[in-house]
């Protein structure tokens, strides 16, 4: 018997939506509980590590995005076929978030002038260094996923990762036709693309 | 057992981890150890995206510390004995990145304020904050080890991040009666303490 499964987040898809598109690619229900900024404060001592997300598995909480991410690809057969697989998909996870990461560092980043240098770096040499390793990865494959010969965990977590690019850049991304033909090919999926059709719309 | 080579920087750094989990497990592999003053060279052409740390599995290359330690801590008993105690090892493999991330981006800052901000942040908040969550998972755990009642990843995870704390931070460090525990029990398994007496100490 499957456990009964809750998502604690704020409002919005950070480091949530991938947990969300993995329950929503396993068909596997689970209640999505937003906080709010003003419900944080009181709700935070009482969450593992201080942070969100949070998964709540049969009324104990586990932290870390990461982790949740990793579990729930394991339990919902998102993870690919043998040991090398994992870590292949884990290899391009690895991949994403030091993308990530250096997006939240110029988000974060108050001066002005280091900002627009971050900016600049991000877009001019992260960015299509990032791509290139994924159409590297994408070429070598000829079922068009990023890990063995079904949609796994690495697909997710690149369609939830290039969101936020392909909103507000898209023309970065003309000159990597094979990311938009794989995009397209987890957006159109069955269960995901009824789950896109009804998710809520938030800036972040 | 498949053919092993990794090649890092000759420092500890993000890449130690990988090979805490080699020894622990008692595995052997082949090592190559960059000086960084060899860096880009000729090497960064052979490694895949560019980057270090790398494994070679069978002559196939993977990327990605996190992604390679995990690989070896599900090959060689060192996760737990379920899915959840698996959650909560990646959770705390996720705690010392994050922490780890910090330490990277005040070591590495150029701009000479900041980095003494940052720094000042780094030891007066972020520091004890993360032994303070350490402290309480082991205090909540009672077996002295992270998860479980074994050595697994989680423990190699925070051994090799709180090496340059326990060094720079001694008194902070010392502070923290189960953390120091744990570190003792790590350091005196037997496979774990012959490389730790005779690896040749390093700044990062």
């Known amino acids: 018997m499957l456990p009964t499964y809750k998502l604690v987040y704020f409002d919005g898809r950070g480091k949530a939506e991938l947990s969300r598109l993995c329950f929503a690619a396993a068909g596997v229900k689970f209640e999505d509980e937003r906080v709010t900024k003003e419900e944080w404060p009181a709700l935070k001592p009482a969450m593992p590590f201080g942070q969100l997300p949070v998964l709540d598995v049969n009324g104990k909480l586990f932290g870390q995005s990461s982790a949740i991410e990793k579990y729930l690809a394991r339990e919902f057969a998102l993870y690919g076929k043998t040991s090398l697989e ?9 991949l994403g978030r030091d993308y990530t990461d250096l997006i939240t560092v110029w988000y974060k980043e ?11 770096k ?24 990023l890990v063995g010969n079904q949609m796994t965990l690495a697909d997710l977590a690149i369609y939830d990762i290039l969101e936020n690019n392909f909103r507000k850049t898209p023309e970065l991304l003309q000159t990597h036709p094979k990311v938009i033909e794989h995009r397209n090919r987890i957006a159109s999926s069955q269960k995901i693309s009824e789950y896109l059709k009804n998710r809520k719309e938030t800036e972040f | 057992m498949p053919n092993y080579k990794y090649v890092y920087f000759n420092v500890r750094g993000r890449g130690e981890i990988v090979r805490l989990c080699f020894h622990a497990a008692g595995v052997k592999f082949e090592e190559v150890r960059i000086e960084m003053s060899a860096w880009p060279g000729t090497i960064r052409g052979t490694s895949p995206f560019g980057q270090l740390p790398y494994l070679e599995i069978d002559g196939k290359k993977f990327a ?3 992604a390679i330690s995990q690989y070896i801590a599900r090959e060689y008993g060192l996760y737990g004995n379920n899915s959840l105690e698996n959650l909560s090892i990646d959770a705390v493999v996720g705690l010392t990145t994050d922490y780890f991330n910090l330490w990277a981006k005040a070591n590495f800052e150029k701009d000479e304020r900041r980095k003494a901000e940052l720094q000042t942040k780094l030891s007066g908040e972020d520091l004890p904050k993360f032994l303070q969550q350490l402290e309480k998972l082991l205090n909540g755990n009672k077996t002295e080890y992270f998860v479980g009642n074994k050595l697994t990843l ?3 995870a ?11 931070f001694p008194d ?7 953390v120091v525990n744990n570190r003792k029990k790590v350091g005196s398994q037997p496979r774990l303490a012959a490389y730790l007496s005779s690896r040749k100490p390093t700044e990062l």
């Open chain 2, 172 to 178: 902070m460090c010392s502070k923290y009666p189960q």
């Open chain 1, 110 to 120: 108050s001066d002005e002038t280091k900002k627009a240098e971050l900016g600049t």
């Open chain 2, 64 to 66: 990605q510390s996190i």
């Open chain 1, 86 to 94: 994992a870590l292949e998909i884990d290899e391009i996870i690895g």
């Open chain 2, 158 to 168: 925070v051994y090799s991040t709180l090496e340059n704390p326990f060094r720079d």
């Open chain 1, 122 to 145: 991000l877009l001019q040499e992260y960015l299509p260094r990032f791509l290139k390793a994924l159409d590297s990865k994408l070429t070598n494959n000829v079922r068009g996923y």
């Open chain 2, 154 to 156: 989680a423990d190699l």
